[in-house]
């Protein structure tokens, strides 16, 4: 069983819509990276949050962590085909390792 | 964002050979890096940490003497996968903490066992 829940696995969207993907825990984590990785290429960072109820924006991405520090989500505004991706979770829960999610299949059409 | 690579970015072995990946981070020192294994459309699974100037701590599962693991310097890490067979393929990632928990990602090493 994975230590995060990601939702949902597979997403598929018409440009221009907005979307969300979830992660969820029932462990409280010191901080949660946000990564997007696509084929044949190593995972990119996206965000890193810290403080429980923190909430970030990177253009057209919002990322929040939940006040527990146990949840985060991932909201895109207005997708475009460039954000089709994997878009990874990982939590640290303890100094040198993260716990991955399963991974979400975003996928934007023309 | 710093910068880790990796090398090679594919290889192709028989079975039974060995096969070298190094991971170097760029533009900063890395006294941890990680390695991870990534089967298709499946999220990263940690292989073992590997700490500069001493031994690799390895995950639950991961043979040592199978994936051999050593961090020379503050900017290299290389990944060994002795004898390896087809069920070894797979593609390598390593990462490198930067500061708190954050971990910078290579841009892995496809690896095909023939």
């Known amino acids: 069983t994975q230590l995060l829940e990601q939702s949902p696995q597979f997403l598929s969207i018409q440009e221009g819509e907005n979307l969300t993907v979830y992660c969820n825990s029932s462990s409280v984590f010191s901080s949660l990276q946000w990564y997007r990785q696509e084929p044949g290429e190593g995972p990119v960072l996206l965000v890193t949050?810290?403080?429980?109820?923190e909430v970030k924006k990177l253009k057209r991405l919002t990322f929040q962590f939940g006040d527990a520090r146990k949840d985060s989500s991932l909201h895109i505004t207005a997708a475009q085909p460039g954000d089709t991706g994997l878009y990874l979770c990982a939590g640290a829960r303890r100094v040198n390792k993260l716990s991955f999610g399963a991974g979400t299949t975003v996928t934007v059409r023309a | 964002g710093a910068v880790v690579s990796q090398h090679p970015s594919r290889v192709i072995c028989k079975s039974g050979t060995s096969v070298k990946i190094e991971c170097r981070s760029l533009?900063?020192?890395?006294?941890?890096m990680f390695w991870y294994r990534q089967f298709p459309k499946q999220s990263l699974m940690l292989m073992a940490t590997s700490n500069e100037g001493s031994k690799a701590t390895y995950e639950q599962g991961v043979e040592k003497d199978k994936f051999l693991i050593n961090h020379a310097s503050l900017t290299l890490s290389t990944l060994t996968v002795t004898s390896a067979h087809p069920e070894d393929s797979s593609f390598y990632i390593c990462?490198?903490?930067?500061?708190?928990?954050?971990?910078?990602f290579g841009p892995g090493t496809r690896l095909t066992v023939l």
């Open positions: 533009d900063f020192q890395a006294t941890t």
């Open positions: 949050v810290v403080t429980g109820g």
């Open positions: 990462s490198a903490r930067v500061q708190g928990d954050t971990q910078y």
